[in-house]
């Protein structure tokens, strides 16, 4: 069984009266730059084997911020997230989100058991001005040992530690 286990630490800093984005990829090697996702990349794998959600970690944020998360079964058919930061913690986001209000289906949506790509974006179309924050991202949370089972949840998306 291939496993997407990633973790990346990621740092996205704007000056005052700036605005920017970051955007972070798990489509496989492809040599074409930047400019495109290979929405099959990873060649189908079966995130609902082995795992439960995504999680996401706000190591430190002086503004809250939008990021967009876009599972891709393929270039027809993806489902893209975008949930709100509340500040440093710890983000879970359960598979099931990706069928909530919160996300938008291209084609039939992702299928989770046939996952082509993923991508994250920072701080969504560039709309919080002057942000500077520092995230780890961690692709996926195992089942049945999720960091969250024992948590505290919020809203439904988010967790605290209640220990």
Do not use: K
């Amino acid at each position: 069984m291939r496993r997407l286990v990633s973790i990346l630490i990621a740092i996205l800093s704007t000056s005052s009266s700036t605005n920017g984005f970051g955007v972070v990829r798990w489509d496989g090697s492809h040599f074409d730059g930047f400019a495109t996702i290979d929405a099959t990349g990873l060649g189908g794998l079966d995130f609902n084997l082995s795992a439960v959600g995504f999680q996401v970690i706000v190591v430190a944020a002086d503004l809250n911020f939008p990021f967009t998360l876009n599972a891709y079964t393929d270039a027809s058919n993806y489902t893209s997230l975008t949930l709100l930061s509340g500040g440093p913690g710890g983000y879970f986001i359960p598979f099931s989100a990706f069928d909530s209000i919160f996300a938008t289906d291209t084609g039939l949506g992702v299928d989770f058991s046939n996952v082509g790509a993923l991508e994250a974006i920072i701080n969504t179309g560039g709309t919080t001005q002057a942000v500077d924050l520092e995230i780890q991202l961690v692709s996926v949370v195992p089942e049945p040992t999720s960091p969250c089972a024992a948590w505290t949840w919020t809203a439904g998306l988010r967790c605290y530690s209640s220990s």
